[in-house]
């Protein structure tokens, strides 16, 4: 049973925001929810992490709703180099490298 | 601070050849993960060493692929009898602590390895 569930592709416009989904319906209580970014032949790069409510740096916000089923990854004002894949990861200490699992995740194409 | 470095970038092996892959961690950073990526496929996890010890390996192919992170040196994912199958880009990360996915990961640019 997959970890996580998300978008295969999205489009979007320069300036816009961007939201992602992710569903984690079996969610653990002690599991952590993570985005990574990876841009075509480079290695993923972390973005933001949360265990519940709304986190926020400098480069996204992420949304966690009461029951942490899923999260949603917000990019604001898109630009053409936000072009990526995004991967919501959901792991924890003591679950193994099941949480290490990135699958397919959402290919965003920015459009000008 | 140099990020985690990887070498070689592009690597050309025939079927049956052997393939070394090396990943220097970031500076301070004693734990190491090696991931595999097909071609419009996302990252799948191999293995994840701490210096001189295999934490966690069940992503690992049970034959021809070792690991090993030694007290000094970079750490080293060998092929052996490479096959058309194992055609991938290989990518290594490090973590200044071992906790998993909670814990931020510095990915390494990748080596991307074809087997002829």
């Known amino acids: 049973l997959a970890k996580t569930t998300q978008p295969i592709s999205m489009d979007s416009y320069e300036g816009q925001e961007v939201n992602i989904t992710c569903s984690h319906n079996?969610?653990?209580?002690?599991?952590?929810i993570t985005w990574y970014q990876q841009f075509p032949s480079q290695g993923p790069r972390f973005i933001i992490q949360?265990?519940?409510t709304k986190v926020t740096n400098e480069v996204a916000s992420l949304f966690i709703p009461a029951d942490r089923k899923s999260s949603t990854l917000s990019l604001p004002r898109v630009s053409l180099s936000d072009t990526a894949v995004y991967y919501c990861?959901?792991?924890?200490?003591?679950?193994?490298?099941?949480?290490?699992?990135f699958g397919k995740g959402t290919h965003l194409i920015i459009q000008p | 601070n140099a990020g985690v470095m990887q070498n070689p970038r592009h690597l050309v092996r025939r079927r049956g050849q052997e393939a070394r892959l090396r990943c220097s961690p970031m500076?301070?950073?004693?734990?190491v993960y090696w991931y595999r990526q097909l071609p419009e496929e996302g990252l799948k996890f191999m293995v994840y060493?701490?210096?001189?010890?295999?934490?966690?390996e069940s992503g690992m192919p049970k034959e021809r692929f070792s690991a090993e992170f030694p007290k000094e040196g970079p750490s080293i994912l060998r092929i052996q009898q490479v096959v058309r199958g194992d055609s991938a880009a290989y990518f290594c990360?490090?973590?200044?602590?071992?906790?998993?996915?909670?814990?931020?990961?510095?990915f390494g640019p990748g080596t991307r390895l074809t087997v002829l």
């Open positions: 990360a490090s973590s200044p602590q071992g906790a998993l996915v909670w814990n931020e990961q510095f």
């Open positions: 079996n969610i653990a209580t002690n599991d952590y």
């Open positions: 949360g265990y519940k």
């Open positions: 990861l959901v792991g924890n200490s003591g679950g193994g490298a099941d949480g290490l699992t």
């Open positions: 500076k301070g950073h004693s734990h």
């Open positions: 060493l701490q210096k001189e010890n295999i934490i966690d």
